[in-house]
């Protein structure tokens, strides 16, 4: 049996997902159930436990597969990046539902009513996905309300992903985390990438691997150029200014290009790649 990256294939040492009989070695095998992400931010961990590492996050509207449910967890794979990982089953519900519209806004209230002051009974984060059928100010997105002005239909994506990006100025660093209330070098730039309507995998090594095509040492850098060390990556806002979320600042901050490549050489070593979408 070939090798597979545990990250993005459904498999553990005890079961599999059944598209994958013959290319794995598992005991047992299983159909995947369809489920929709209820919560607005679920993440997403490497064991069945609310104290075990974070490794992303899935966010309402996402589809999530679950090829198993023990104990109040979901083990299975996001459909939208293909990780896979335990979900809290309470953050899920059985079934697909057609999203219509994202959410444009960093973060928007999830409302019991089409009124501003009523209670909100969520927050729901940048490319939230929900269902929109009506054309009123709070539109009704089934489990709530979602003031129209931070929709947008799925079709329509941002035109500067790096401007998206430079909205989490000052978000916090959380290792895993890919919305406003905490998110990672990899997170910042997937989130905001699909934002403007482009794909990206989740893990810094994947995105260095599957992004874009290598510039040469020494050209003059522009917007949007993707700079790669080991473990970490940063987008850049122009020739010289580099924005990253990183754990120095445990902030998404923006600094001279130079002064950040020095301060990581000293712990993940130089400048791996630098390339350009």
């Known amino acids: ?17 059944a ?11 299983a159909t995947g159930r369809v489920l929709t992400v209820t919560r607005g931010i679920a993440d997403l ?19 999530f597969i679950a090829y198993d449910e023990d104990n109040g967890w979901a083990w299975g794979q996001a ?3 293909n990780y896979v990982g335990y979900v809290r089953a309470d953050c899920l519900t059985l079934g697909a539902t057609e999203a219509t519209h994202r959410v444009t806004a960093i973060s928007t209230p999830l409302l019991a009513g089409a009124d501003p002051s009523a209670p909100t009974l ?6 939230a996905r929900v269902v929109a059928n009506d054309s009123a100010r709070f539109v009704n997105a089934g489990a709530g309300f979602v003031f129209a002005g931070h929709l947008a239909p799925l079709a329509e994506t941002a035109p500067d992903w790096v401007a998206v990006a430079e909205r989490f100025v ?14 990672d070098c990899s997170g910042l730039l997937q989130t905001s990438l699909q934002a403007a309507g482009k794909n990206a995998p989740r893990d810094t090594d994947m995105m260095e691997a599957a992004l874009g095509s290598e510039i040469a040492k020494g050209e003059t850098l522009r917007r949007g150029d993707l700079v790669f060390w080991r473990r970490h ?3 850049m806002r122009d020739a010289e200014t580099l924005l990253h979320a990183n754990a120095f600042f445990m902030a ?8 950040a490549t020095d301060r990581i050489a000293r712990t993940d070593g130089p400048v791996r790649m630098v390339k350009r979408l």
Request: charged letters at 25%; aromatic letters at 6%.
């Open 252 to 259: 998404v901050t923006s600094e001279p290009l130079t002064v």
């Open 45 to 63: 961990r490497v064991r069945p436990d609310a104290r075990a590492q974070l490794e992303t996050q899935v966010l309402y509207g996402e589809i």
């Open 233 to 235: 990556v940063g987008v």
């Open 1 to 17: 049996m070939k090798k597979f990256d545990s990250r993005v294939t459904p498999a553990r040492a005890d079961l599999a997902a």
């Open 79 to 81: 459909a939208t990046d």
């Open 19 to 29: 598209e994958l009989r013959g290319v794995v070695d598992a005991p047992r095998f």
């Open 170 to 183: 000052d978000v916090p660093y959380v290792w895993g985390g890919k919305a406003i209330a905490g998110i």
């Open 122 to 127: 969520d927050l729901l984060p940048l490319n």
